[in-house]
């Protein structure tokens, strides 16, 4: 059986929270649960869940990751919580601290949920903000690592937003050292700060590399990867995207240029025909409901590494 360790951070609000020790040990140990070889109890842990935005995943592979472990989760909608009139994060999170053992929080501004743990004294998780989703690109390297058992060599390519979910990937993968390589347009690179700190942690091995021409980028690439172009909270902003990322669909055309092994990846939920059509999400590369399905697995072994 696979003891917990203590993670060196309390907290997980980044991909960069955890070493390369901590993601492998979680890895291993979201696979022990899902072929059921650890039985592990959180009796009367609870999980206490705060989303300022809309979430069928991370919400539900919680709740379920969290009954799978004994414990429970509470549900904090803003709109029926004293979060939506305003009660400022000092103070919600000083009271869940006495109520909860553990919360996860979907917000906005990555400095909203670190004002969060800086006030908690019980672990906070990213659930996801704009800037990360740090447990989405755990559950993204355990499909990886299932299909190329290790990731010597292997080059992941995100054509789309240099988006949270673009960060989260670059940073995990700089620290399990997977090239990365981003394929957005011109003006849609990812946050320069972000890209800095995945180069210093690459220490000269080149994990990063940000392409404006999909193509190119594609070429001899293992995992190709996608995400919506226009995120929870770019509402406004989708009609000028959809004509700016015009030519960045991951269609069969481009899928045809990757390694003939390759496999595709989305966090979901998708918009078929923006940027992926409906005949390379349901092809037979797709592994996009494996991935899906371990989200559940790492939440577990997170839980259990945060909790135990
Ligand atoms: N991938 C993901 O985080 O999905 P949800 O927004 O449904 O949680
Ligand atoms: N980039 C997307 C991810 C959704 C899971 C968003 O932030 O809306």
Known sequence: MLNPIKLVNNNFLSSLDLSLNEIDHILLTALEFKNRNLNVQLKDKVLGLIFDKSSTRTRVSFQVAMSRLGGTTIDLNPNTSQIGRGEIIKDTARVLSRYCDVIAVRTFNQSDLEEYAKWSSIPVINALTDMEHPCQALADFLTIKEEFIDFKNLILTFVGDGNNVANSLMMCGALLGVEVRIACPKGYEPNPMVINKVKQLSKGRNLIKIFNDPYEAISGSNVLYTDVWSSMGEENKSEKKDKDFN?????????????????ILHCLPAYRGKEITNDVFESNQSRIFEQAENRMHIQQALLYNLLY
């Open 247 to 263: 030519g960045f669909t991951l269609d069969s055309n481009l899928v045809s240029k990757a390694n003939n092994r390759a496999i």
